[in-house]
């Protein structure tokens, strides 16, 4: 059981199509219920969105915590995952985008560097491989001159046999992890700035949704009072006449 459950969250992080559905099902359904809430004035469908929106807050929180004091935890998963994203390269199209918009974006090659495409089934480099892309890399790892207006995707073929010094000339051969970091590093105040203009943002959301419940309590409050009183000169008015008659005989 430990290991399916495993297997899925394994799947959920490295299948970005699957992890961007999840997302936004779960986007959608926090944001249904306050609008729908807000809307309709419905305490129930607030207080539920105002509870969805602390536990986001807080595990985004904690994540943050974790990730700081488990830095080196953190940094092994990532490389795992990332590994095996290499592996599945071919096997999934939206996986295979993924890895391609990141070696491109980045100008980076593999996880370490470019041999790590070795542990890819097609790309690896061995006597018994028959895939026509062995001891190659992929074409996102090449790189293209601004002026060429033919692009070879062939650039990448046979790289792996190539040493360093060699290889750098047609590909990335710094790997993507390394490039990841440095990039995170030198854009900490940008990371930190939008991660807590997010959390601020969601604070600013848990006040209005709470605001907008004590409104409703008020307002629910006050028609309720005034629906008492309503009812108690409403009685007055009919106890009184008949006490008056009965004064007057």
């Given at each position: 059981?430990?290991?399916?459950?495993?297997?899925?969250?394994?799947t959920?992080?490295?299948?970005?199509?699957?992890?961007?559905?999840?997302?936004?099902?779960?986007?959608?359904?926090?944001?249904?219920?306050?609008?729908?809430?807000?809307?309709?004035?419905?305490?129930?469908?607030?207080?539920?969105?105002?509870?969805?929106?602390?536990?986001?807050f807080?595990?985004?929180?904690?994540?943050?915590?974790?990730?700081?004091?488990?830095?080196?935890?953190?940094?092994?998963?990532?490389?795992?995952?990332?590994?095996?994203a290499?592996?599945?390269?071919?096997?999934?199209?939206?996986?295979?985008?993924?890895?391609?918009?990141?070696?491109?974006?980045?100008?980076?090659?593999?996880?370490?560097?470019?041999?790590?495409?070795?542990h890819?089934?097609?790309?690896?480099?061995?006597?018994?491989?028959?895939?026509?892309?062995?001891?190659?890399?992929?074409?996102?790892?090449?790189?293209?001159?601004?002026?060429?207006?033919?692009?070879?995707?062939?650039?990448?073929?046979?790289?792996?046999?190539?040493?360093?010094?060699?290889?750098?000339?047609?590909?990335?051969?710094?790997?993507?992890?390394?490039k990841?970091?440095?990039?995170?590093?030198?854009?900490?105040?940008?990371?930190?700035?939008?991660?807590?203009?997010?959390?601020?943002?969601?604070?600013?959301?848990?006040?209005?949704?709470?605001?907008?419940?004590?409104?409703?309590?008020?307002?629910?409050?006050?028609?309720?009072?005034?629906?008492?009183?309503?009812?108690?000169?409403?009685?007055?008015?009919?106890?009184?006449?008949?006490?008056?008659?009965?004064?007057?005989?």
């Amino acid at each position: 059981k430990v290991a399916k459950e495993k297997d899925v969250v394994d799947t959920l992080a490295v299948d970005p199509a699957l992890l961007l559905i999840v997302v936004g099902s779960l986007t959608f359904l926090v944001t249904f219920l306050g609008c729908f809430g807000a809307l309709r004035n419905s305490t129930c469908l607030l207080k539920m969105f105002l509870v969805i929106l602390l536990v986001v807050f807080l595990l985004q929180v904690a994540a943050g915590v974790v990730g700081y004091v488990f830095t080196d935890m953190v940094m092994d998963r990532t490389e795992k995952l990332m590994r095996e994203a290499v592996y599945r390269y071919r096997e999934d199209q939206d996986l295979e985008n993924a890895i391609d918009f990141i070696q491109k974006k980045f100008q980076c090659c593999g996880i370490e560097s470019y041999k790590d495409w070795s542990h890819n089934i097609y790309f690896q480099c061995s006597d018994t491989n028959p895939s026509l892309e062995a001891c190659g890399v992929p074409f996102s790892c090449c790189i293209h001159m601004r002026n060429q207006t033919v692009l070879n995707t062939m650039c990448g073929y046979g790289m792996q046999q190539r040493e360093k010094d060699a290889a750098r000339k047609s590909i990335f051969t710094i790997g993507c992890f390394d490039k990841i970091i440095w990039w995170a590093k030198n854009n900490l105040l940008l990371v930190a700035g939008l991660t807590a203009g997010l959390l601020l943002l969601e604070v600013c959301m848990m006040t209005l949704a709470g605001a907008q419940i004590s409104w409703i309590k008020n307002v629910e409050r006050r028609e309720k009072e005034k629906e008492t009183r309503s009812k108690s000169e409403l009685r007055e008015r009919r106890w009184f006449p008949a006490f008056a008659d009965f004064n007057d005989e």
